[in-house]
T-cell receptor, first 112, second 113 residues
Framework: DAMVIQNPRYQVTQFGKPVTLSCSQT?????MYWYQQKSSQAPKLLFH???????NEADTPDNFQSRRPNTSFCFLDIRSPGLGDAAMYLC???????????FGPGTRLTVL | GEDVEQSLFLSVREGDSSVINCTYT??????LYWYKQEPGAGLQLLTY?????DMKQDQRLTVLLNKKDKHLSLRIADTQTGDSAIYFC?????????????FGKGTTLSVSS
C-alpha cells in the first residue's frame, strides 16, 4: 500500500549527540512536512519541502535541519539535541493540489 | 496568530454519542479538519469541512461548523471502544501545498463498555 514510512519508530540519543530521523513516501507527493509533537501538545510545523524548495517556519530553532535528496525521502537532522527536543516527530506529505496531509506513524525521540 | 482550542478529555459509554468541540480564532480559516491519533500511531484524517459548508456527514461522523462563532464540532454516533483515541482539530487558511495546519492540543476520548 502507498504510505508514509518513518524510521526508526523509537530513537534514543544522548544530549548533544547528532541524530537523524528518516521519512519516505510512496505517494509521489510534491510536499513533505516535518512536525514536532511534544507530550500533550499540538503538532507544530517545523518546515516543509515543496519539491526541492525548502521552507522554514519562522520559529524553528537553528538546531533543526532537513534534507530531501529525492522525491521519496526526507531527513530531519538535529545537530545538538537538548532535553527539550524530546518529542514525537511526525512526517507528512501532500500532493501539489491536495488539501489532505498524509501522516507517517512518527518517530519518538528520547534524549538522555 | 491562529489559536485552536479543544477540551482535553471526554468520557462516554459505549453506544452513546460523543461530541468533541473546537474553537479557532482566525475567521479566514477555510479548511477545517479532524484527525484521529491512536496510541503510538501517526495522525489519521477522519473528515474535513470547507468554510462554505455548515455540516458534513460521513457514516457515523457528523461535522458542524458555526462560522460566526468560529466553532467546529465532531459528533460520533454509536461510539465504540475502538473509537478511544486522541482527536485533533486542525485548521488552515488555504489549501496551497505547504500551508501549515494549525492544530489544537487534542481531545482524549475514553469509551467505556
Amino acid at each position: 500500500d502507498a504510505m508514509v514510512i518513518q524510521n526508526p519508530r523509537y530513537q534514543v540519543t544522548q544530549f548533544g549527540k547528532p541524530v537523524t530521523l528518516s521519512c519516505s513516501q510512496t505517494l509521489n507527493h510534491n510536499v513533505m512536512y516535518w512536525y514536532q509533537q511534544k507530550s500533550s501538545q499540538a503538532p507544530k510545523l517545523l518546515f516543509h519541502y515543496y519539491d526541492k524548495d525548502f521552507n522554514n517556519e519562522a520559529d524553528t530553532p537553528d538546531n533543526f535541519q532537513s534534507r530531501r535528496p529525492n522525491t521519496s525521502f526526507c531527513f530531519l537532522d538535529i545537530r545538538s539535541p537538548g532535553l527539550g527536543d524530546a518529542a514525537m516527530y511526525l512526517c507528512a506529505t501532500t500532493a501539489a493540489q491536495g488539501y489532505e496531509q498524509f501522516f507517517g506513524p512518527g518517530t519518538r525521540l528520547t534524549v538522555l | 496568530g491562529e489559536d485552536v482550542e479543544q477540551s482535553l478529555f471526554l468520557s462516554v459509554r459505549e453506544g452513546d454519542s460523543s461530541v468533541i468541540n473546537c474553537t479557532y480564532t482566525d475567521s479566514s480559516s477555510t479548511y477545517l479538519y479532524w484527525y484521529k491519533q491512536e496510541p503510538g500511531a501517526g495522525l489519521q484524517l477522519l473528515t474535513y469541512i470547507f468554510s462554505n459548508m455548515d455540516m458534513k456527514q460521513d457514516q457515523r461522523l457528523t461535522v458542524l461548523l458555526n462560522k460566526k462563532d468560529k466553532h467546529l464540532s465532531l459528533r460520533i454516533a454509536d461510539t465504540q471502544t475502538g473509537d478511544s483515541a486522541i482527536y485533533f482539530c486542525a485548521v488552515a487558511n488555504d489549501n496551497q501545498a505547504g500551508t501549515a495546519l494549525i492544530f489544537g492540543k487534542g481531545t482524549t476520548l475514553s469509551v467505556s463498555s
